[in-house]
């Protein structure tokens, strides 16, 4: 026996990413992605679309954007603004808005409410049990009293949105960190950094994140597992992941190439040939091997080589004659 899908004259598409966020996912949260993933009109301009599933599945505009922000959240969708009008507050956009306008970062965190204080918030803002409701989703858990407060200071104190929040605390459960309390700390520093709307937080999560991947791997490399990385071999690791879009393979190539012509491992010395191969648009080992024959042929006639003429080359017009 075997089972078929019976697709008919119509087909629904969703990113694979929605089985990683699917166990905190509500009926409505599904319900709410198929009804746009099946109408791919409705996306086009979220005011009307939203209006049209809510009208569609009998749901409150809230909710609708709550679920939305849940799924942008998990990364399974994200939004623009449209040509001509990105400076259009739309409604999914704000689904969540706070309460009251941002104030300085306080020195010791975010403050603490009291029940009356919470009460007011709530009542202040009809989107809060929306927002706290995708929140324990996106944790996998019900929050207490303080975690609340914690989610009241992000909105209502820093006067983050419900989409920036749940993006953040997206992050923090692919971080393995499902702590309120990291979530404060990231967010305070966010804050800090002017990271206050959420496109401009998709891009530092997205480095932080590939940041993290990609960093532990290049201290084996480089023989740093046991000493804490300078602040200027960090940017330079950036620089290789988030800049370049190097893998490791092409890293550890360089990290040869850096050994066989100094004899020693060196952030520096193998940043130089990175920064070199980027400009000269290798971007896999497979392109630098390429490179090297073509270096052979050109250079040696063909006859034996040794790879350290290729990359002493490459060098000397920032160190001189290696």
Known sequence: MKLEFVYGSRVLVLPASVTEASANATANDWRVLCAFAKDQTLCQSLPEGIDAVVRELSLT????????????????ITQTAEKGNENKKQGAEKAIKPTKAAKPVPDRGLPTYSTEELADIVEGNKDFGALIAACQQTFGKIFNTA???????????LGLEGDY??????HCVRMEKKSLRYAEKT????????????TALEE?????EMMASATGKIRTVFGASSRALTAKEKKMIEQWVCVMKYDIEVIRLAYDATVDAIQKPSFSYANTILERWYAAGYKTVADVNRAMEEYRRQKLG???????????????NTYGEV
């Open 165 to 170: 929040i749940l993006l953040l605390l997206s």
């Open 187 to 198: 967010a305070l520093s966010l804050h800090d950094d002017g990271i206050t709307d959420a």
């Open 147 to 157: 975690e609340v407060n914690i989610i009241a200071g992000l909105t209502d104190y």
């Open 302 to 316: 063909g006859s034996s080589f040794d790879a350290d003429d290729f990359f002493s080359a490459a060098l000397k």
């Open 204 to 208: 530092r999560l997205q480095r932080i």
């Open 61 to 76: 505009a809230a909710a609708v954007e709550a679920s939305l922000a849940f799924w942008r959240g998990a990364g399974v």
